[in-house]
T-cell receptor
Framework: DQQVKQNSPSLSVQEGRISILNCDYTNSMFDYFLWYKKYPAEGPTFLISISSIKDKNEDGRFTVFLNKSAKHLSLHIVPSQPGDSAVYFC????????????FGAGTTVTVRA | GAGVSQSPRYKVAKRGQDVALRCDPISGHVSLFWYQQALGQGPEFLTYFQNEAQLDKSGLPSDRFFAERPEGSVSTLKIQRTQQEDSAVYLCASIRLNPGLAVSYNEQFFGPGTRLTVL
């Protein structure tokens, strides 16, 4: 049963524009959410996270928004750069889950020059 | 190196063959996770160690899968009598602190993975 869902398998955006990636979850026990970035033949690398006590977290060009009532989060990348082309995974966890991560299926972002 | 390393990076096995995948976590990292990533999917949890103790193996798909971490550092994931459905990338991740003691979600570092192809 997929507890974290990324319904858009791919996203193409022009360099300099905003990329918006969406993620939905079903488990109300999740209290911490993370975005990972993955290049081919490499492991996922941590990008940004948000605790359930917040609704926004910003780090440079990356902002994550959390809507707990809708069980929805999004990642905004502004401005998008060619190096942002990668697969982005949304993940969720909780202390009761021993912090093991539940991942979405990923969204492949392609930034066009 | 300073990161999580995994070996081999690629493994081709004939159906029915046993395989062993190795993970070297970051030195001093207490907790270690194994994930399986099928093609086009996100990683899925397999098992979790805290030091040498395997605290959760609920994600192992069958009794053909076995993981160990005898000295609390290097871990090996063994798959017996491999099947085609075992073909996936196997990811290892380590985390510095005991998860129950501090919030350190951000410090779960992943290795590059082992791509297993079963023919």
């Amino acid at each position: 049963d997929q507890q974290v869902k990324q319904n858009s398998p791919s996203l193409s955006v022009q360099e300099g524009r905003i990329s918006i990636l969406n993620c939905d979850y079903t488990n109300s026990m999740f209290d911490y959410f993370l975005w990972y970035k993955k290049y081919p033949a490499e492991g996922p690398t941590f990008l940004i996270s948000i605790s359930s006590i917040k609704d926004k977290n910003e780090d440079g060009r990356f902002t994550v928004f959390l809507n707990k009532s809708a069980k929805h989060l999004s990642l905004h990348i502004v401005p998008s750069q060619p190096g942002d082309s990668a697969v982005y995974f949304c993940a969720a966890t909780s202390p009761s889950n021993d912090y093991k991560l539940s991942f979405g299926a990923g969204t492949t972002v392609t930034v066009r020059a | 190196g300073a990161g999580v390393s995994q070996s081999p990076r690629y493994k081709v096995a004939k159906r029915g063959q046993d395989v062993a995948l190795r993970c070297d976590p970051i030195s001093g990292h207490v907790s270690l996770f194994w994930y399986q990533q099928a093609l086009g999917q996100g990683p899925e949890f397999l098992t979790y160690f805290q030091n040498e103790a395997q605290l959760d193996k609920s994600g192992l798909p069958s009794d053909r899968f076995f993981a160990e971490r005898p000295e609390g550092s290097v871990s090996t994931l063994k798959i017996q009598r491999t099947q085609q459905e075992d073909s996936a990338v196997y990811l290892c991740a380590s985390i510095r602190l005991n998860p129950g003691l501090a919030v350190s979600y951000n410090e779960q570092f992943f290795g590059p993975g082992t791509r297993l192809t079963v023919l």
